[in-house]
């Protein structure tokens, strides 16, 4: 078992149906970030800024702006969490 797990974890030899969802939804999530990063290096390497400004949906972009940095910030709070985790193992 992976030592990083809570000893509740190593006790136990099965998931909890919300552990399950849980490894299940982060398993989307870098799916779905993966594609993304395809998905934008894509329009970077073929495109301009100046060119995705002036082609993109004027209402949209600025919604799609502004959900990758909450999702940004949100990572931010879970990369913190990490290193703390990480420092008390140490």
């Known amino acids: 078992m992976n030592p990083k797990h809570s000893a509740k974890r190593q006790k136990e030899d099965y ?3 919300e552990e399950i969802r849980l490894i299940s939804d982060l398993r989307i999530m870098h799916a779905k970030i993966d594609e993304l990063y395809g998905i934008v290096e894509n329009l970077k390497r073929r495109h301009s800024e100046a060119a995705i400004v002036e082609y993109a ?3 949209v972009l600025p919604e799609n702006i502004s959900r990758v940095d909450e999702m940004y910030m949100w990572f931010v709070k879970v990369k913190e969490e990490m290193e703390r985790r990480n420092g008390e193992l140490d």
């Open 15 to 17: 998931l909890d149906i």
């Open 57 to 59: 949906d004027r209402q």
